[in-house]
């Protein structure tokens, strides 16, 4: 997905659950973490991006990880309440951007050289946008049910 498709709909998902602006700005951030963690294709070559592309940094096992140790270390080290929820956020932000990508192409699940996946569209497709507008709706027509 374009970076576009993963802010808006992370965004999305992510104040729909906690109608905070500040966590669902911090989900937005972790949305484009995956990639940024590889660099761009004019930083290092097309095909060395390519072929690192959805690799490692697309392994929900790491943020999954990251997680579980956010939640191990929050009383020992994490007094802020405020700072525990940001980072967390920021991971599943990622794991957003995981899941989104799962839906155009493959990415790893329990390994990371194991990837899985489905192509519904292609990456920057009017498909792609349909699919994120009517992903945004059924998030916000669930939430409005659900609230009645």
């Keep these: 997905m374009k970076w576009v498709s993963h802010t808006s709909l992370t965004a999305t998902i992510a ?3 906690t109608a905070d602006p500040l966590l ?3 989900a937005t951030l972790g949305a484009v973490l995956p990639d940024k963690a ?3 294709p004019q930083s290092v070559g097309w095909r060395s991006w390519r072929s690192r592309h959805r ?9 999954l990880a990251l997680i579980g140790g956010l939640m191990e270390a929050r009383t020992a080290f994490f007094y802020d ?3 525990f929820s940001i980072l967390t956020w920021i991971f599943i932000g990622a794991l957003c951007h995981i899941a989104e990508d799962a839906v155009c192409g493959k990415v790893p699940l329990l390994y990371p050289t194991q990837k899985i996946g489905i192509r519904l569209f292609t990456v920057g497709s009017l498909r792609e946008y349909l699919f994120v507008i009517v992903c945004i709706v059924i998030v916000y027509t669930g939430r409005y049910v659900l609230r009645m």
């Design 55 to 63: 690799g490692w940094s697309h392994w929900p096992m790491l943020y």
């Design 81 to 83: 309440a405020v700072f």
């Design 15 to 17: 104040y729909a659950i």
């Design 24 to 26: 669902t700005a911090a």
């Design 38 to 40: 590889e660099g761009t």
